[in-house]
C-alpha cells in the first residue's frame, strides 16, 4: 500500500494528505458520536425507567404490605404512558408474581419471568431490564421488575447520529473541494517542473526551461533549478567540447589505441588502429589482439602482457610485427601499461607506433654499416670482425684459416680512360666474380677502393694458395666491356695464415697486405705467402713502420726543410738558384735522409700531404725570413706523382701564393718523368694551369723513362733534369756521354734549359760546360744545408760547400 502511495504524483498525495485525515477524523468522530450518544441514552433512559420503577413500587409497597394484586396492577397500569415499556413485574418478600403489566399479550418474550433470582438491572441491545427493590421502613417487601424497549428511541438516536455524522461528512467533502485549489497552487509548479525535467532528461536538451508561476518558495526552487541547469548546460557543452577534443586526439591520433582485457581481447580501439589493421572499430572489438601480431612474435606480445600484469605499476615496451587485414606486415613499437577503467583494475592499454619506417632505416643503416654499398659485400669493418672470429677458432680448436688480400692491377687505367662509373661496374662485376670462385663457407669484403679481402676457414696453406690461383685465374680470364672497349685486369694476392699463435687481426691484416704488395713488387698479377723470413716482407713491413712516423711529423712537424744549390754552367749566377729538399728529425734529433720514409710516403698515399707540407712550411719561412726574396732567383720545389692527380692541390697552391705574398716567378715545381708520363693528362693540365699563374715546371730524372722524347713535347716543362745515372759516368762511358749530349741538344732544340744531376767534381763540371748544358747540380757544387744555411754557390772558384 505504501508503495503504491510512493508513486502517485505529488498532487495525489497532496490530496490524500487532506483526504485521508480528512476521512479518519469523520469515522473517528462518528464512532466517538455514536459511542457517547449510546451510552448516553443508556443512561438517561435506564436513569428515567429507574426512577419510574421506584415511584411505582414506593406506591406499591401497601399493595404488597396488604396483599392487594389490584392496587399493584393499577399502580403498574401508570407505565401505558411509556411506549418504550412493555412489561411491568412486582414479586413478594418470596419471589413470586404478585402483579404484573403486559403491554401485549400476544408477544411470548415480554412475560414476567416467575423467578427474579439473579435478576439485575442491565442492557440487552436495545432491551433494558431495570430492578428496582420495594422498601418500607427499611425492610425490603419486595421487588420490582421493568422491561421496556428501547428499539424505536435506539433508531431515532442512531437517525440523529447520522444525520450529524452526514453533516460532519458534507463539511469534511465541502471542505475537500475547498482544499483542492490551493493543493493544486502547490502541485502545478511542481509538476511543471517535473515535466521540464522530464523533457531535459529525456532530450539531453539544456537549453529548456522551467516555468515560474509564483514567487513563493517553489518558485524560488524554479530559479534555482533554472540556474542550476544553465550551469549544467554550460558544463554539458565544456564536457562536450572537451569530448569532441578527445575523440578527435583519441581517433586521429598517429598512434594504434587500444583498450585490452588481461587476456588481450580488444574492448576499444581507435580509428587509427583500426585503419593500420584495415578494420572497422566494430570488427576489431571482442576480438583477440594476438590475432593481428605475427605468429613469429606472439610470446612477444605474450610476454609484455604477463609483464604488465606482474608490475602494473610499470610501462613496458616491446618492438613486434603486425600483421595488417590485407596481409600486410608492419613494424610497431608497442608500449603497455595496466589501467583502471569501468571499475575494472586488469585492463590494459596497448599503444602501438608504426615504425615501419624507421624499422627498415636501421635496418638498411645497420646494412650499410656492414657492407659496401658498390658491390653489396661485407665491408672493412665486418671483415675485422670476421678475422677476430677466426682467430678465436683458431685458439680454441688449433685449427687453420688463411686471410687473402687482393688488390686488383691496372684498375686505375679502366678509371682514367674511362670514368668513375666504369670502375664502379668493373668492381660489381668483378665483386660478383669472386663470390662465385670462393667455397661455401667462406667469407669476402671489400676492402676499399680495388682492394678485396677473403677469409678461408678451415683451410690449409695449400687450399689458400690453390683457390687463390683459381680466383686470379678467374679475374685474369675476365674481359670488362665499357662502351665498346674491353678491358682485362689482374690481381695481386697476398696470403697469411691464421694459426693459434696469430696474434690480433690487425697483423693479420699488415701480413696479408706486405704479401700482396710483395706480389706486385715482383710483376703483380700473381700470389705470395707471407713468411716471416721473407726480405722484401721486411722492407714492406720496414715501410709500413713510416707510415705512423709520416702521420706524426706531419702533426707535430717533425720534416724539416732543407736546400741544394744549382749553379750556372756558362755564366755565374747573381742570385741563389736552389732545390728544396725534405728531412726527417727524429726523437734523438737524428736527421734521416728521404730515402728512408719517401717510398713509404709514395706507397702508401701519403706523398700528397707531405708535398702540402712542404710548400707551406717553404713558403712561410721564404716570408718570414728578412730580405731572402732579394736574394732569390728560383726555389725548386718537388711534386709526387699523386699530387698531380690531386684536383684540388692547384687552389691550395694558389692560396699559399697569397697567405705568403710569394712572387709565382719566383717558384719552379719539379716533378719526375715517370709520374709526369703515368699522369699525362693531370700533369699536362696542372703544368698549364700554374705557368698560367708564372710558376715554372721541371722535370726531373729525365732519360730514367722509355718513353721520353716522345713525352717531352707534350709537356710544356721550362727545365730538364738529366738523370744522374748518365752524368756521374759520363766521363768513362761513351754511352752515358751521348746520352747526356742528346738530351741537352733536344732539350735546347726544344727552348728548354737542362740540368745536369750528380756533377760531383770539377771535370764533370767542365765537361757539360763543353755540351752546353745550362745548369748543374751535384755534391761537387754544394751539398743539401738547411734553408738558412744556404749561400751563392760560383762553382769551382772555391772549395765546393
Known amino acids: ?80 404512558i411509556q411506549p418504550a415499556v412493555e412489561t411491568a413485574c412486582i414479586y413478594n418478600k418470596q419471589g413470586q408474581i404478585f402483579a404484573q403489566f403486559l403491554k401485549s399479550a400476544l408477544n411470548a418474550n415480554w412475560v414476567c419471568p416467575p423467578s427474579i433470582e439473579g435478576e439485575s438491572s442491565h442492557f440487552d441491545n436495545s432491551l433494558l431490564w431495570v430492578r428496582v427493590p420495594i422498601i418500607t421502613k427499611g425492610d425490603v417487601e419486595g421487588s420490582i421488575l421493568v422491561y421496556a424497549n428501547f428499539a424505536e428511541a435506539y433508531s431515532r438516536k442512531i437517525k440523529f447520529t447520522l444525520v450529524v455524522f452526514s453533516v460532519l461528512a458534507i463539511g469534511s467533502v465541502l471542505a475537500f473541494f475547498l ?48 540556474d542550476l541547469i544553465i550551469r549544467v548546460e554550460n558544463q554539458n557543452q565544456a564536457i562536450t567540447r572537451a569530448k569532441d577534443r578527445y575523440l578527435a586526439l583519441y581517433d586521429d591520433n598517429p598512434t594504434m589505441i587500444f583498450n585490452l582485457t588481461e587476456n588481450g581481447m580488444i574492448m576499444s580501439v581507435n580509428l587509427t588502429g583500426a585503419n593500420h589493421l584495415g578494420l572497422s572499430v566494430n570488427a576489431l572489438e571482442e576480438s583477440s589482439v594476438l590475432d593481428f601480431v605475427h605468429p613469429a612474435d606472439i610470446s612477444l606480445m605474450r610476454e609484455l602482457i604477463s609483464q604488465c600484469l606482474t608490475m602494473p605499476l610499470s610501462v613496458h615496451k616491446q618492438e613486434l610485427r603486425q600483421v595488417c587485414d590485407n596481409g600486410r606486415i608492419i613494424w610497431v613499437r608497442a608500449t603497455a601499461r595496466m589501467v583502471a577503467f569501468d571499475g575494472q583494475q586488469n585492463n590494459l592499454l596497448l599503444v602501438c607506433e608504426d615504425v615501419t619506417e624507421t624499422h627498415n632505416l636501421s635496418l638498411q643503416i645497420a646494412y650499410q654499416a656492414s657492407h ?53 661496374e668493373l668492381l660489381r662485376q668483378l665483386g660478383d666474380l669472386l663470390k662465385k670462385q670462393l667455397r661455401r663457407n667462406d667469407f669476402i669484403a671489400r676492402l676499399g677502393g680495388d682492394e678485396f679481402g677473403i677469409l678461408m676457414y678451415y683451410c690449409s696453406l695449400e687450399e689458400a694458395i690453390n683457390t687463390s690461383e683459381k680466383i686470379r685465374n678467374a679475374v685474369t680470364d675476365f674481359h670488362f666491356a665499357w662502351e665498346g672497349r674491353r678491358f682485362s685486369v689482374g690481381v695481386s694476392i697476398g696470403i697469411a695464415l691464421i694459426k693459434d699463435t696469430s696474434a690480433n687481426a690487425v697483423n693479420l691484416l699488415k701480413e696479408a697486405d706486405a704479401a700482396c704488395y710483395a706480389a706486385k713488387d715482383k710483376g703483380r698479377n700473381r700470389v705470395h705467402v707471407f713468411r716471416p723470413d721473407d726480405e722484401e716482407l721486411a722492407l714492406r713491413h720496414g715501410e709500413m713502420q713510416w707510415v705512423q712516423k709520416i702521420h706524426q711529423a706531419l702533426e707535430q712537424d717533425l720534416f724539416c726543410l732543407y736546400g741544394q744549390p744549382i749553379a750556372g754552367i756558362n755564366k755565374p749566377d747573381t742570385k741563389l738558384h736552389f732545390e728544396t729538399l725534405v728531412r726527417y728529425k727524429d726523437a734523438k734529433g737524428s736527421i734521416i735522409p728521404p730515402g728512408a720514409f719517401l717510398p713509404a710516403a709514395e706507397r702508401y698515399n701519403l706523398a700528397p700531404a707531405m708535398d702540402r707540407w712542404v710548400i707551406k712550411n717553404l713558403f712561410a719561412w721564404i716570408a718570414n725570413t728578412p730580405n731572402f726574396l732579394d736574394q732569390l732567383e728560383l726555389c725548386a720545389v718537388n711534386l709526387s706523382g699523386l699530387s698531380l692527380s690531386d684536383e684540388s692541390l692547384f687552389n691550395f697552391i694558389i692560396e699559399q701564393f697569397k697567405t705568403w705574398d710569394i712572387p709565382t716567378h719566383k717558384i719552379c715545381f719539379e716533378i719526375t718523368e715517370t709520374a709526369a708520363i703515368s699522369n699525362l693528362t693531370s700533369a699536362t693540365r696542372f703544368i698549364h694551369q700554374l705557368r698560367d699563374k708564372g710558376c715554372s715546371f721541371s722535370l726531373d730524372d729525365f732519360g730514367s723513362g722509355l718513353s721520353s722524347f716522345a713525352y717531352l713535347k707534350n709537356l710544356p716543362v721550362d727545365f730538364l733534369k738529366i738523370d744522374g745515372l748518365f752524368v756521374k759516368d759520363i766521363l768513362d762511358d761513351k754511352i752515358d756521354f751521348a746520352m747526356v749530349k742528346a738530351i741537352n741538344e733536344v732539350g735546347q732544340m726544344m727552348g728548354k734549359k737542362t740540368i745536369a744531376e750528380f756533377v760531383e767534381n770539377e771535370h764533370i763540371f767542365n765537361l757539360l760546360k763543353e755540351l752546353g748544358v745550362d745548369y748543374a747540380q751535384g755534391y761537387g757544387i754544394g751539398k743539401p744545408v738547411p734553408l738558412h744555411d744556404l749561400k751563392l754557390i760560383i762553382p769551382f772558384t772555391r772549395d765546393p760547400q
Not at 26 to 45: D, R
Not at 61 to 78: G, H, I, R, V
Open 179 to 226: 482544499t483542492a485549489p490551493f493543493i493544486k497552487l502547490i502541485a502545478l509548479p511542481v509538476k511543471k517542473l517535473v515535466t521540464t525535467v522530464i523533457a531535459i532528461s529525456n532530450s539531453k536538451d539544456y537549453s529548456l526551461r522551467a516555468e515560474k508561476l509564483y514567487n513563493d518558495e517553489l518558485g524560488v526552487l524554479v530559479d534555482a533549478f533554472n
Open 1 to 80: 500500500m505504501i508503495n503504491k502511495i510512493r508513486d502517485l504524483s505529488i498532487h495525489s498525495k497532496l490530496l490524500l494528505t487532506v483526504l485521508f485525515p480528512s476521512l479518519i477524523s469523520l469515522l473517528f468522530a462518528g464512532v466517538v458520536l455514536i459511542v457517547l450518544e449510546t451510552a448516553e441514552f443508556k443512561k438517561v433512559v435506564e436513569n428515567d425507567l429507574t426512577t419510574l420503577a421506584t415511584v411505582i413500587g414506593n406506591r406499591s409497597a401497601a399493595a404488597l404490605a396488604f396483599s392487594d394484586p389490584e392496587l399493584a396492577k393499577e399502580n403498574l397500569a401508570a407505565l401505558h
Open 372 to 424: 659496401d654499398s658498390l658491390t653489396g659485400l661485407a665491408n672493412r669493418i665486418e671483415f675485422d670482425k670476421a678475422i677476430k672470429q677466426a682467430i678465436t677458432l683458431a685458439s680454441s680448436n688449433n685449427s687453420e684459416h688463411a686471410l687473402c688480400y687482393l688488390d686488383l692491377d691496372q684498375f686505375k687505367i679502366v678509371n682514367d680512360t674511362s670514368g668513375h662509373l666504369a670502375g664502379d
